[in-house]
């Protein structure tokens, strides 16, 4: 009996938003993350940075404006998210 082929599932990227209200480039980046997470598994927590919590992640990871996205808890970007930059850092490996 041949050997079934083996299928590995990717793992579930753990994606942290930092926003601010009437943020425009807020706005646009969940646009993005919805548009990516179609082809990649996006866990997506979205922290207000006028909070506790968002003033220290914002602080640890060098964002020094909305909105800041942290991939696995590392920083990523902050300001205009680029979709290109995005689906390339999902895609290798």
Known sequence: MPDA???TTPAVVQVTLLTQADCAMCDHAKT???????DHPL???EIGLAT??????????????APGVLLDGKPFAYGR????KLR???TTP
């Not at 993005?32 to 179609?38: K, M, P």
Request: glycine residues 8%.
């Open 81 to 84: 998210l680029s979709e290109r």
């Open 43 to 45: 866990h997506i927590t």
């Open 32 to 38: 993005v993350l919805a548009r990516v997470g179609a």
């Open 52 to 65: 506790d919590e968002g003033r220290r992640l914002a602080l640890e990871a060098g964002v020094l404006f």
């Open 88 to 90: 390339r850092t999902l």
């Open 5 to 7: 082929p083996v299928t």
